[in-house]
Structures are given as structure tokens and as C-alpha cells.
């Protein structure tokens, strides 16, 4: 295709009040950045520390901070839509830049925050949970961050430079093919998701590898806490659905700067092949996203109820059920495209199906907390908050399922308030529960209390004003994407409550980052390492853990470890003693995985603007990177067991 | 041993008296091999989705050709006998380097990688004159699936070559040394990997297209 | 403070309960999926209402339990509630939480299943008439192959008789959503799929595309209304007498991108529905092939209507750009 096109778009998006604010407040952010690092001369401090880390609990730092800052991004554009959407006939936005705006908004959700999110717990908790001194490749783990991160700053930068998506956050051609979606906008999706696509592929290979193959000796399967279980479950869906991803979307790729014809309708493209690769992995997906919540709640229910779970293998059966089925209900996002009777009638009842394990979870959870105690603290706050609105969003699934009456819900705002429900109800609530929760092990102080309690009910009230109604809306007919709506079919009212309850979890929002900042100075220190009286191996550790987690490899016998040790006043079994420390081989810092980040970065601005040569530019550096790394002799060192003897007997452990 | 190491992944070192093949003799190299075959997993699925366009659309031919008159029986016969030998020579280069032997695991790594350059000039003549009679990717949905599912192996395996030129010259400046084993080990699990991709192209892209 | 958390989830919930009755207790015509117009809708809300019955006796219980257990076993001192810190198993328990699903799903995946088969087609008894649909950016034409008139943006359809639907799409993906009718299916394009829906009384009924397509899909309305066949009759002959005819450069002028309002025409080229259905993909589609075949025996299998052919523009350029530019 000629590049004569581009002249059509100058880069620089201009015209848009909006996006000259956004303009401003990038350049504003981007000079203080550097005015402070250069300030207080920490500009070898973030490349020591960070850039160049493979240290587990660092990448987890850094995918938690990026969520946070994510969310805030696709929750701004949230505001805006449901301000647009307050009153019927409103032009606060036009119809270009709504699409632009849900598109992103769901797009950075799912992939940039819940992901990034998700492995900001893998990384976190699992290596500590099972008794590990960091993942299976570490240097791996920093180039799946990096990837990530420059994706996330790709799909970033269309906002003001060369044009946002908007063909929705499932994109599907023809819509997003070239002739009805000229200009760079959707090459930012396709390059951006393809980018972290491989990173989180990365992420599930080491995550499956670290926790078949690494946990501490007698840690056996049946004795693994459930988060890490969750993880198995997710890595495995991660590792056999997103290679779809990478597919259908280098296909459209392919269609849009190349001229072929996957999916156009003109010589023999299928349009419909693009929707059913994109679902075979955007449905295993949705349990990406769902099944580490799962292992959060648990443990925290069972923490906070000082019980044991209830159900162990129910537990972990369930979660290998749910990944499973997870592959086979696909087709329940488009049962209206005509496909026969028998075909609708299987993946019907395929996704119902996935409704028993998950109702078994929820009652397993239920039955942990039966004859417990209860403690109220944030994480399991967040838990209890949890139950309801999630099974209130499974039961609208179930709904949905329903082929013949998804015919009715499809598309409208009843598919809507149902996947906000589940995902808001589901993933994000775990997501939060487990950053209090983990909080106080990765910074080692605690979240004060009272203001999560402000973010937490403007949140959970705010979520309900929002989303209840738009349930009602789709049965009244309201289509999803919609930019405005006219009045008089009697949406108003309803939109506008909606509207009210953005704001609401908008509140929710500032107070949940107010908490961390006033936490920062004022939140209690944690000293124990173990501030809620856990039960798994990462509360034994100090908090913060040092960076090769266990000195000395702990011997498991038992699940839920340390708090059965600590009932029988044992614990000291789980503190190293000197003559059993050895020199720990540790991988070495490398600059190279953020240098592999930049170079993809520059292979996906080549391929936005279609600017070939910068393409290969960015490829030759990929693969310069690669070799570079393969030429490498010693990519490791070992601390000797002076040093270990020494760190471990100042934090009081020896 | 002078002094027991305690690697960060905790795992004992191999100490068995029972034989334990090179690649597998550092304490992190089982780990390191599974963790390949776990990528090899998901690049089967990669292209298992390659595949189900390809047989999708294989009929999809607009104006163009269909497969039965655009494909030479001898052409694609030709690049599968290369690419099979090559699969061959590279087992025989896991031979040598299980002898610790690092000319012949050299030599042997270099004859394959001389037969997938074959191979891959092949499938570039193929490709080059399909387009000089008109039949691009942007000729039909099938042309499209064709030169994508076939030129997606054929990127793999000339990724293939390069990394195998990279371990040959690690190889004659440092010797059959355990990390250099293993990448000998694992290089070649790719190569076979592609060896069956292959396998299926032959059969689901060139056979089903020639006879119907 | 733990009171008054309660006391807010409470508030909560009664809120739900409030949101929760609205939606069951009919309601009126704005409510439209819950007021169908006609027997397809009614048996998609018949299914709805199932669905939302089998789900309560879960969710009631759920909650129910999670109340009481978060208030009885609360970690309060004097707590006199039993504390079991091993009570982890319970094989009866087990069987009643994954019974009690199995069987409710087995209820409603049968109803479901009876449901999909009843509404692939009208009854047998009935004789249904035939409006071909085809979604543009961002507009819809109505061709009624009996009377050979074509409608933009409404649809006139007779009480009583079931009607089916033949959708395609001559851009990207719509689809076709009358909700007080009954529910949705895609317009694609090279395919032609059959929706069937009937309305039970007269009216005016709201229909919209339900998928994106793009800057003018807010503006995708279109209405539909439901008259006695006399008078459906009587209009087809208003409208042949009355109104222009549709000729080829007027269907050229309705692919390109434009948001209209209400159009009419006495008559259409002869095949435009077939043609437009072949051109972008039809032929490689068995189904839409076999749906010609009964709709127009002789024109699916490649045997275009005399004077109709397809213009060479559309498959022949290579960037894949279809025409309208």
C-alpha cells in the first residue's frame, strides 16, 4: 500500500481541547520526571535498582505501579464516556473520539491494567509462596516486563500522537481493516497487544516452570498454597490461548499494511474467522483475569478467618475444571451469528457448565469462614464484597448463556453491567484485596486503615449506582457503543444515575491512591513480617523479604506451613541457621531486557506508521539483543555466605 | 567438590552415578529444557492457528490460482527431503556433542545449517516466482494463508540457522563446556520441532493441494 | 463501626431489591425486552424469566449464608460462636454444592436447548413472508421480494404473520435488533441468515444495530410497525404506485458512508440482494448458497439474473480496498 496516505494525518493530533490538556500534562510529567531524578542524582539509582533488575519482587514493584497508573488512565477515559453519556444529545464528545475513548478504555483495562496487575501478584507472592529465591528465568521475567511496559507506553502515545483506536477493544475486521479504518489508530492495537502478547507468554512459561519445577523440597502439589495453584491455572491458559492472540492479530497486521485478505470481504476473506480466533483467546482470557483472584480470596479467607480452606481439593479441582471449559465456550460471544441449532445448544451449555465449579468455590469459600473468626481487615473486606456482586455477575452469566435470551441481552447494556460486574467484581476487588494484603511484604508497612475504608465503600457504593442500571438499560433496548442516545425511550434517568456512580468510584479512586501516599509516612511499620498471622511461606520471611528470599531453603510438610508450625510453637524451624548457609547462586542485573523492550518499541512505531526501515531497525536490534545475550558466558554470580550470615543477622534472624 | 553450592532455585546438583546425558549436567539445565519445550507448546499452537486459516481458506481463491495449478510437485518434494537430512545431521551433532567431541559437533551443526540455508533459498525461489506470475499475498484469502503459514516456518527455521551459527562459533571459542551442550541440546529440539511443522505443511498445504 | 457497615450492605441490598422489582414487575412498554410485542419475544423473556428463578435459589442462599456467617463468626471477644480451626472437609456438603448446580444447569440447559430448536424457524403452519435485510454504513434497506418495494430506515411488516428476516450486510458486520419482536442476529456480509420474529399486535416497534460499525452507529434507528395484512397489503400497492423506483446507481449511492433519514422506492434492481450477497463472499459460503437457492432457485449457483453483473471493480483490486473511497 503507498504511504502517501500518512500525509492525510499530520502526527501530532491537533484541534481537541482535550487533547491539548493531554498534550500539556504528558510534557509537564515527563520535565518533572526528569527534573527530580536529575535533581536529587537518582538517575543511576533507577537504572541500578530498577531498569535493570531481575529481581522478582522489583518486577512486581514495577508492574504494580504501572497498573495503578493504568487504571487511572482507562478510568479517566471511563469518566468521560459516562459524562458524554449522562443526558441524551450531549456533544461534550463526538462520535470519533467516543470510539476512540471506549476503545482504549477497554482495551488498557483488560491488557494494560488487570494483566499487568495479575503479574504484579505472580511475581510477588509465588517464588515466596513456594520457596523459591526468585522464578525460573529471571532474565526472561525482565524482558515480559519491558515488553509490557512499552506496549503499555505505545498504545499510550496514540492519543496524541497519530490517532487512538477505535474499532472497539475486540477490533473486528472489517471494521478495523484498512479500507474502513485508514491511519495509524489501529496499527497502535495490533502492535501494542501484539508487543505485550509475547511478554505475557513469556510470563506464563516462567511461571509454569518456576512453580512445577522450583518449590521447596516436600512442597508437593496437594501441598501448595492456592494462589500458586491459581497460577498454574493461569499460566496454562496463558500459554495455550494467547499464541491465538499473536495470530489473529499479525493476520489483520498483515491485511491492513500488507493488502492480504484474511479478512476483508473482497477475495475470499473471512471476516468471521477473525472473530473466532479472537475469541479462542479473548474467553480463556476472561478466566486469565478471573482465576488468580480466585487463589487471592482464598487465601485470605482463609487467613483472615484463621481457618483452614475449606475443600482443598475441591478447591484445586475446580480451578483445573474452570481452565478447561474455558476452551470451549467461545462461541458464546457471537451466539447470534447464525450458527446452527446444535452448535448454539453446545456452547450453551458449555458455559453454564463453567458456573458449578465456580459456585463451588464460592460456597467453599463460605464454609472456610463457618466457624472461623472473622477478622474485618481490608483484604477480607474486600473479599466479603466480593461474594455478592461476583455471584450476581455469574448469575447474569449464566443468563446470558442462555443462547435463545442472549439474543435479547447481546450487545446491549445488559452484556455491559454484567462484564463490569464480573470483572470489577471479580478481578479488580481480588486485585485490591490482594494489594493490601501482599502490601505490607513487598514495602513492608501497612495500607492505613481508614482511608481504605473511604476508597472502599465510595468504591463498592459507587460500582453499584454505576453498573445496576445499566442492566436495566439493556433490557430497555440501549445498545453498547452508542456515543449519545436521543430522548424519549426513557434512558435518561438511568443513564444519568449511572453517570453519578462513575463519580463515585472516581472518589473511591483518589482516596484508594491518597492511602498509599499518606501510608508512605504515616502507615504502621510492619517488624514481624508476618502482620496478619499467615499461613504460607512468604509470611516467615521478613518483610521486605531480602533479595534472595530464603537464606535457607525451608522443608514443607504440611499445607499451610507456617501456620501450623506457629500453633505448636515451632517457628523457629523456619529461620535459618548459619552453619546450614551456602553461597547462593543469584542471577546478574542486565541492562539488555529493557534495550529488547526499546527495540520492540521501535519495531512497533515502524510498523504504526509503516515506516519500514525503523521496523528493521528495531528487528536488528532485537536480534542483536539475542545474540548478545547467547554470547554472554557468566549471566550469574554467587553471594558468599559471609555476606548472606551478615544480611540475615541484621534483620534479627540469626 | 571443594565447596557444595546451593543454587537459587535450590535444586541438588546432579551427583548420580546412573548416566545423565551432557545437556543435562548443570544443575539448572533440566529446568532450562523444560521451560523450551514449554515455548514449543505454545509455537505448536501458534501454528495450529495458522493452520486452521490456511484450511479455511484454502478454496477462497478470488481471481486468482488455486493450489492444484499454481504448486510443483518437485519443488516441494525437493525442500522436504533437505529439510528431513537436516534433521538427521542435527541429531548427529547431539551425537558429538555428547562425546564432548566439538569439531565434529561443529561440522555436523554446520552441514545442517548449510541444508536449512538450502532449504530456505529453495522456499524463496518458490515464493519469488509465484509472485512473478501474479499469485501475491494480495492476489486471494488463499495466497494470503499460503505465503503466511509457509513463510512463518520458513522465518522459524532461518532464526534456526543463525542461532546455530552463533553456538558453533561459541563452540570454537570456548569447547563443549555444560551451558554450550545444552544450547547444542536445545537448538536442535527446535530444529525437529520445525522438522514436524514441516511435516504437516508438506501434507496439509502441498499434498491436499495437488490431489483432489 | 462494624454496625454501620452492616447496616450499609443491608442499604445496599435493599437497593438491588428496589433495581431488582422494577425489572420484574412488567413495567411497560419502555421496558422493551420485558413487554415482547410477539411469540419470538415472548419465549426469549419465558426463558429470561427461567433463567432468573433458577438462579435465585443459589444467589438467595448465598447470601443469605455469607450474612450470617460474616455476623456470627466475626472475630469479636466473647464471641460465643463454635471455632473449629480444622474443619476443612465435608464429603455431604461437597455433594450438595456440586449437586445442586449440576442440576439446576441440566434444568435450564434443556429449556435452553428447546428453546434455540423452537426459534430456528416459525411454525409449520404458518405461512411466513420474506423481507430481505441488508445493513450499509449507517443505514438499512428493507427489500419485500412479494411486492418488490424497498423501504430505507423503516420496515412496514403485517400482524399475525411470522416474517423472516434474510439479513446481509454490505459493510462491516451490523446487526439486526427489533426488541419488542424478539431478539438479534448479525448482517453479514457475504452471508444470508434468516431471522424469524412476528408481531402479535399492531405497533410501532424500536429497532437499532446492535454492533459497531463505526462514527454513524448511534445513528443506525430504524422502526419497524406492525399492521393488519389488509392494510400491509394496501400499502406495497400505495408504495408501487407512489414512490420512485431504486435503480443501480441509487444502490451504488446507499454503500457510501452516510447517516439518512427515511427513503422509499416502488421497486429494486432485480437480484441486488443476491448480487450483493455473492460479491462479498457469498460464493465461498455453503449456507448462503442453499439460502439463495430457496429464496431464488436458479441465482446462488453462479447464474446471475439477466442484465445484473458484477462489477469487475470490487475483486480485482489488489490493496483490498472495496469501492466506495
Given at each position: ?172 475486521a472489517p471494521?478495523?481493516g ?12 495490533l502492535?501494542?497487544?501484539e ?45 495455550y490461548a494467547f499464541p491465538a492472540l499473536t495470530v489473529v492479530l499479525a493476520l489483520l497486521l498483515i491485511d491492513r499494511v500488507a493488502g492480504a485478505h484474511f479478512f476483508t470481504i473482497t477475495a475470499g476473506g473471512n471476516p468471521m474467522m477473525y472473530i473466532n480466533m479472537f475469541w479462542i483467546w ?48 467461545w ?324 | ?39 514449543l507448546t505454545q509455537d505448536m499452537v501458534l501454528f495450529a492457528c495458522l493452520f486452521a486459516t490456511f484450511v479455511v481458506l484454502r478454496t477462497h481463491t478470488g481471481n486468482g490460482p488455486d493450489s492444484e495449478s499454481l504448486f510443483d510437485v518437485?519443488g516441494f518434494i525437493?525442500e522436504t527431503?533437505?529439510l ?35 532449504f530456505v533459498?529453495l522456499e524463496i525461489?518458490e515464493f519469488l516466482h509465484y509472485i512473478?506470475i501474479g499469485a501475491t499475498m494480495q492476489t486471494s484469502a488463499f495466497l494470503s494463508a499460503f505465503f503466511t503459514l509457509v513463510g512463518t516456518h520458513g522465518a522459524h527455521v532461518s ?34 520441532f520445525l522438522d514436524v511443522v514441516w511435516v504437516f505443511i508438506f501434507t496439509v498445504v502441498y499434498m491436499m493441494g495437488v490431489i483432489h | ?189 457475504g ?90 463472499g457469498?460464493q465461498y459460503m455453503a ?31 489488489k490493496?483490498g ?5
Amino acid at each position: 500500500m503507498p504511504p502517501s496516505h500518512l500525509s492525510h494525518w499530520g502526527l501530532l493530533i491537533t484541534g481537541d481541547p482535550l487533547i491539548y490538556g493531554a498534550d500539556a500534562s504528558i510534557a509537564l510529567a515527563s520535565i518533572a520526571i526528569v527534573y527530580v531524578l536529575t535533581k536529587y542524582k537518582k538517575w543511576k539509582w533507577l537504572w541500578d535498582e530498577w531498569l535493570t533488575t531481575v529481581d522478582h519482587k522489583k518486577i512486581g514493584i514495577m508492574y504494580l505501579i504501572a497498573a495503578i497508573l493504568m487504571l487511572f488512565r482507562a478510568g479517566t477515559d471511563a469518566e468521560l464516556m459516562r459524562t458524554q453519556l449522562a443526558l441524551p444529545n450531549l456533544h461534550f464528545l463526538g462520535p470519533e473520539h467516543y470510539d476512540q475513548i471506549f476503545t482504549t478504555h477497554g482495551t488498557v483495562m483488560l491488557l494494560f491494567m488487570a494483566m499487568p496487575f495479575i503479574f504484579a501478584l505472580m511475581n510477588i507472592a509465588v517464588p515466596l509462596q513456594i520457596g523459591a529465591r526468585d522464578v525460573a528465568f529471571p532474565y526472561l521475567n525482565a524482558i515480559s516486563f519491558w515488553l509490557f511496559f512499552f506496549a503499555a507506553m505505545l498504545i499510550n502515545i496514540s492519543f496524541v500522537i497519530g490517532g487512538s483506536p477505535d474499532a472497539g477493544w475486540t477490533s473486528y475486521a472489517p471494521l478495523a481493516g484498512s479500507t474502513f479504518d485508514p491511519g495509524p489508530g489501529e496499527n497502535f492495537y495490533l502492535m501494542s497487544l501484539e508487543i505485550t502478547g509475547i511478554g505475557s507468554i513469556g510470563t506464563g512459561i516462567n511461571f509454569l516452570a518456576t512453580i512445577l519445577k522450583m518449590r521447596a523440597p516436600g512442597m508437593s502439589l496437594m501441598k501448595m498454597p492456592l494462589f500458586s495453584w491459581s497460577i498454574v491455572a493461569t499460566s496454562i491458559l496463558i500459554l495455550y490461548a494467547f499464541p491465538a492472540l499473536t495470530v489473529v492479530l499479525a493476520l489483520l497486521l498483515i491485511d491492513r499494511v500488507a493488502g492480504a485478505h484474511f479478512f476483508t470481504i473482497t477475495a475470499g476473506g473471512n471476516p468471521m474467522m477473525y472473530i473466532n480466533m479472537f475469541w479462542i483467546w479473548g474467553h480463556p482470557e476472561v478466566y486469565i483475569l478471573i482465576l488468580p483472584a480466585f487463589g487471592v480470596f482464598s487465601e485470605i479467607v482463609s487467613t483472615f478467618s484463621r481457618k483452614t480452606i475449606f475443600g482443598y481439593k475441591s478447591m484445586v479441582f475446580s480451578l483445573l475444571l474452570i481452565s478447561l471449559i474455558s476452551y470451549f465456550v467461545w462461541a458464546h460471544h457471537f451466539f447470534t451469528m447464525g450458527a446452527d441449532a446444535s452448535v448454539n445448544s453446545f456452547f450453551a451449555i458449555a458455559s453454564m457448565l463453567v458456573g458449578i465449579p465456580t459456585g463451588v468455590k464460592i460456597f467453599n469459600w463460605l464454609f472456610t469462614m463457618f466457624r472461623g473468626r472473622i477478622r474485618m481487615k481490608m483484604p477480607m473486606l474486600w473479599t466479603i464484597a466480593f461474594i455478592p456482586c461476583f455471584t450476581m455477575g455469574g448469575m447474569t452469566g449464566v443468563m446470558l448463556a442462555a443462547a435463545p435470551a442472549d439474543y435479547q441481552y447481546h450487545n446491549s447494556y445488559f452484556l455491559i453491567a454484567h462484564f463490569h460486574q464480573v470483572l470489577i467484581g471479580g478481578t479488580l476487588f481480588g486485585m485490591l484485596a490482594a494489594m493490601y494484603y501482599w502490601w505490607p511484604k513487598v514495602f513492608g508497612f501497612l495500607l492505613d486503615e481508614r482511608w481504605a475504608k473511604w476508597a472502599f465503600w465510595m468504591f463498592n457504593i459507587g460500582f453499584y449506582v454505576c453498573f445496576e442500571p445499566q442492566y436495566v438499560l439493556g433490557l430497555m433496548g440501549m445498545q453498547r457503543r452508542m456515543y449519545t442516545y436521543p430522548s424519549g425511550l426513557g434512558w435518561t434517568d438511568l443513564n444519568f444515575i449511572s453517570t453519578i456512580g462513575a463519580f463515585i468510584m472516581g472518589l473511591g479512586f483518589i482516596f484508594l491512591v491518597w492511602d498509599i501516599i499518606y501510608s508512605i509516612r504515616h502507615g504502621e511499620r510492619d517488624l514481624t513480617g508476618d502482620p496478619w498471622d499467615g499461613r504460607t511461606l512468604e509470611w516467615s520471611l521478613p518483610s521486605p523479604a531480602p533479595h534472595y528470599n530464603f537464606a535457607v531453603i525451608p522443608h514443607v510438610t504440611q499445607l499451610d506451613q507456617w501456620w501450623e508450625l506457629k500453633q505448636q510453637g515451632r517457628q523457629d524451624e523456619l529461620r535459618p541457621k548459619a552453619s546450614d548457609i551456602r553461597p547462593i547462586h543469584m542471577p546478574k542485573n542486565s541492562g539488555k531486557p529493557f534495550l529488547f523492550g526499546l527495540a520492540f518499541f521501535v519495531v512497533g512505531v515502524g510498523f504504526v506508521f509503516e515506516w519500514y526501515a525503523v521496523a528493521v531497525i528495531g528487528f536488528l536490534g532485537v536480534g542483536a539483543l539475542l545474540l548478545a545475550r547467547s554470547f554472554e558466558a557468566h549471566p550469574d554470580y554467587h553471594i558468599p555466605v559471609d555476606e548472606v550470615v551478615h544480611t540475615e543477622t541484621a534483620l534479627g534472624r540469626l | 567438590m571443594a565447596t557444595v553450592i546451593e543454587h537459587a532455585h535450590g535444586h541438588p546438583a546432579h551427583e548420580g552415578e546412573h548416566y545423565v546425558p551432557l545437556e543435562y549436567k548443570e544443575k539448572d539445565d533440566s529446568l532450562k529444557v523444560f521451560g523450551f519445550w514449554l515455548f514449543l507448546t505454545q509455537d505448536m499452537v501458534l501454528f495450529a492457528c495458522l493452520f486452521a486459516t490456511f484450511v479455511v481458506l484454502r478454496t477462497h481463491t478470488g481471481n486468482g490460482p488455486d493450489s492444484e495449478s499454481l504448486f510443483d510437485v518437485k519443488g516441494f518434494i525437493e525442500e522436504t527431503f533437505i529439510l528431513l537430512t537436516s534433521s538427521f545431521t542435527g541429531g548427529i551433532s547431539t551425537f558429538y556433542m555428547r562425546k564432548k567431541r566439538a569439531i565434529g559437533t561443529v561440522v555436523w551443526l554446520l552441514i545442517t545449517a548449510a541444508l536449512g540455508a538450502a532449504f530456505v533459498s529453495l522456499e524463496i525461489t518458490e515464493f519469488l516466482h509465484y509472485i512473478s506470475i501474479g499469485a501475491t499475498m494480495q492476489t486471494s484469502a488463499f495466497l494470503s494463508a499460503f505465503f503466511t503459514l509457509v513463510g512463518t516456518h520458513g522465518a522459524h527455521v532461518s532464526v534456526g540457522i543463525i542461532w546455530m551459527l552463533s553456538i558453533v562459533i561459541q563452540i570454537l571459542r570456548r569447547g563443549i563446556t555444560p551451558a554450550l551442550s545444552r544450547k547444542v541440546f536445545i537448538v536442535n529440539l527446535y530444529w525437529h520441532f520445525l522438522d514436524v511443522v514441516w511435516v504437516f505443511i508438506f501434507t496439509v498445504v502441498y499434498m491436499m493441494g495437488v490431489i483432489h | 463501626m462494624k454496625g454501620k457497615q452492616q447496616t450499609r450492605r443491608l442499604l445496599t441490598y435493599a437497593g438491588l431489591g428496589a433495581v431488582a422489582t422494577v425489572m420484574l414487575s412488567g413495567c411497560g412498554a419502555q421496558y422493551q425486552v420485558l413487554d415482547p410485542a410477539g411469540p419470538v419475544g415472548q419465549q426469549e423473556l419465558n426463558l429470561i424469566v427461567a433463567s432468573v428463578v433458577l438462579m435465585l435459589i443459589v444467589i438467595i442462599p448465598v447470601i443469605a449464608i455469607l450474612v450470617y456467617v460474616v455476623y456470627r463468626y466475626r472475630d469479636k471477644p466473647g464471641n460465643t460462636a463454635p471455632y473449629d480451626p480444622h474443619f476443612s472437609d465435608s464429603k455431604v456438603l461437597e455433594v450438595i454444592w456440586w449437586g445442586i448446580p449440576i442440576l439446576i444447569v441440566a434444568i435450564l440447559g434443556t429449556e435452553t436447548v428447546r428453546t434455540t430448536f423452537q426459534l430456528t424457524k416459525p411454525p409449520s403452519n404458518a405461512t411466513p413472508i420474506t423481507v430481505e435485510v441488508t445493513s450499509f454504513d449507517w443505514k438499512w434497506l428493507f427489500q419485500y421480494p412479494d411486492g418488490h418495494v424497498a423501504t430505507v430506515n423503516y420496515a412496514y411488516i403485517p400482524v399475525g404473520v411470522p416474517v423472516n428476516f434474510v439479513l446481509t450486510s454490505d459493510a462491516p458486520m451490523n446487526s439486526f435488533w427489533v426488541p419488542r419482536l424478539g431478539g438479534q442476529e448479525y448482517t453479514m456480509p457475504g452471508m444470508a441468515m434468516t431471522l424469524w420474529l412476528q408481531a402479535a399486535q399492531p405497533g410501532v416497534y424500536y429497532g437499532h444495530g446492535a454492533n459497531f460499525t463505526g462514527r454513524g452507529f448511534s445513528h443506525t434507528t430504524f422502526y419497524v410497525t406492525a399492521l393488519s395484512m389488509d392494510k400491509y397489503q394496501q400499502w406495497i400497492a400505495h408504495v408501487q404506485q407512489s414512490a420512485p423506483a431504486l435503480t443501480q446507481t441509487d444502490y451504488r449511492q446507499l454503500s457510501v458512508p452516510s447517516v439518512i433519514g427515511n427513503e422509499t422506492f416502488s421497486s429494486y434492481p432485480t437480484g441486488s440482494f443476491e448480487n450483493t450477497v455473492l460479491r462479498d463472499g457469498g460464493q465461498y459460503m455453503a449456507e448462503s448458497m442453499q439460502m439463495m437457492n430457496k429464496l431464488h432457485p436458479g441465482t446462488g449457483s453462479g447464474s446471475m439474473p439477466s442484465g445484473m453483473t458484477m462489477p469487475t471493480t470490487t475483486t480485482t483490486n489488489k490493496t483490498g480496498h472495496k469501492k466506495h473511497k
